[in-house]
Every structure is written in structure tokens, then in C-alpha cells.
T-cell receptor, first 119, second 113 residues
Framework: AQTVTQSQPEMSVQEAETVTLSCTYD???????LFWYKQPPSRQMILVIRQEAYKQQNATENRFSVNFQKAAKSFSLKISDSQLGDAAMYFCAYRSAVRGGGSNYKLTFGKGTLLTVNP | NAGVMQNPRHLVRRRGQEARLRCSPMKGHSHVYWYRQLPEEGLKFMVY????????ESGMPKERFSAEFPKEGPSILRIQQVVRGDSAAYFC???????????FGQGTRLTVV
């Protein structure tokens, strides 16, 4: 079974600075997707960024980028120019992409990292 | 196009009562997934349904929990005889097809008193 580990329960960053959230995962599969979700106090789960394992290029979405290290099974999220609205719980998640696989619709989540942005 | 709609947002039940949580998927989506988020935890998969069919309920507790997604109307997650340990946020997500992106609702926070 796949597992996702977020080793930082809490992180803080100054407004306009850069912060990196860590995520490692364990899988025996070679084809999968990785995601970062943001959960603000409203509890809405918002997809921040997505990475396909077969792509070597790291995904980017405006101020959000990832450092995907497949061999190390590491998937960190970098937030540049942090804004007050970035304050939230951030979850790393894994989903199998194996065709015909038994569970390629299930998301496996880490426990989350609470990000505080200081003005 | 409205997103995934869940209601109620907050639900309080006494021990032993029944809880019914509703989820209306996005328009055009026929795949529905339920997840549970316990305090201080990430979301955990419970069940995957397509219209009128339960595809995978491997994450559902064996007793007291059931889910349905009828031909007409929302998907329902039903918890009978609730206990304090059922207190959690329950999230629904929907997707257009298998392997396509799933979109989440805002969740229902169930509190058992």
C-alpha cells in the first residue's frame, strides 16, 4: 500500500518570502500522480498543483512550484512571494495511474502541514 | 457550473441517532467518492460509487455505515447509531470519468454529542 508522509506539522513564513513544504511517499508503482491540496479555514479542498510521475519537468502554477525527485520519492512544494491568503493546511496526496489497476481512483493523503503567513 | 455541493455543512447528532450526509456532484459527473477527515489527520478514502453502483467500499467501516448514489438525486452517506468517534469532517468528491480530476465539496462537519 502507498503511504504519504509530511514531516512538518507546522511551518511559518514572512509575507513576500519563500517557503518549502516537504512530502515523501512510498510506492512500488512507476506510474502515478502527485498532488498538493490547500485547505483554508473554510475547509474547502483546493487543488494547488499536480505532477505526473512520468514527466521529468517539475510542475509550476504561478507562485507555486514543486521539486519532484522520483528516485528519492520526494515531492516538495515551494511557495514564492508568500501572501496572507496562502495561510492554510497543505496536504500532499498520491494517486496511482496504473491502467486497469484496482485503486487508481483513490487519493492517499499525508497528515498535512499547517502554514502560517506572518505580515 | 456549480461545484460539488454538500449539505448540511454542519450536523449535530446525539449518540444513537442517524446521520445522513448529502452530496450533489458537479454537472456531468457520474463518479462520486467519499472521504473522512478525523481531527489532526488527512483525508481517508471511504467509498467510490457510480450511478446506482458501489464500486469500492473498502474504506467504509463494516457496520453502521452505508452509501448510495441513486439514478436520480444526490449521493447519500448514512451513519446509523452514531458514536462520538464518528465526529469528523466528511468530504465528497466527483469526477467525470475514472482517472480524471476529482473536485471536492466543502465537506460536512459531523459532531456527535
Amino acid at each position: 500500500a502507498q503511504t504519504v508522509t509530511q514531516s512538518q506539522p507546522e511551518m511559518s513564513v514572512q509575507e513576500a518570502e519563500t517557503v518549502t513544504l516537504s512530502c515523501t511517499y512510498d510506492t512500488s508503482e512507476s506510474d502515478y500522480y502527485l498532488f498538493w491540496y490547500k485547505q483554508p479555514p473554510s475547509r474547502q479542498m483546493i487543488l494547488v498543483i499536480r505532477q505526473e510521475a512520468y514527466k521529468q519537468q517539475n510542475a509550476t502554477e504561478n507562485r507555486f512550484s514543486v521539486n519532484f525527485q522520483k528516485a528519492a520519492k520526494s515531492f516538495s512544494l515551494k511557495i514564492s512571494d508568500s501572501q496572507l491568503g496562502d495561510a492554510a493546511m497543505y496536504f500532499c496526496a498520491y494517486r496511482s495511474a496504473v491502467r486497469g489497476g484496482g485503486s487508481n481512483y483513490k487519493l492517499t493523503f499525508g497528515k498535512g502541514t499547517l502554514l502560517t503567513v506572518n505580515p | 457550473n456549480a461545484g460539488v455541493m454538500q449539505n448540511p455543512r454542519h450536523l449535530v447528532r446525539r449518540r444513537g441517532q442517524e446521520a445522513r450526509l448529502r452530496c450533489s456532484p458537479m454537472k456531468g459527473h457520474s463518479h462520486v467518492y467519499w472521504y473522512r477527515q478525523l481531527p489532526e489527520e488527512g483525508l481517508k478514502f471511504m467509498v467510490y460509487l457510480q450511478k446506482e453502483n458501489i464500486i469500492d467500499e473498502s474504506g467504509m467501516p463494516k457496520e453502521r455505515f452505508s452509501a448510495e448514489f441513486p439514478k436520480e438525486g444526490p449521493s447519500i452517506l448514512r451513519i446509523q447509531q452514531v458514536v462520538r468517534g464518528d465526529s469528523a469532517a466528511y468530504f465528497c468528491a466527483s469526477s467525470q470519468a475514472l482517472n480524471t480530476e476529482a473536485f471536492f465539496g466543502q465537506g460536512t462537519r459531523l459532531t456527535v454529542v
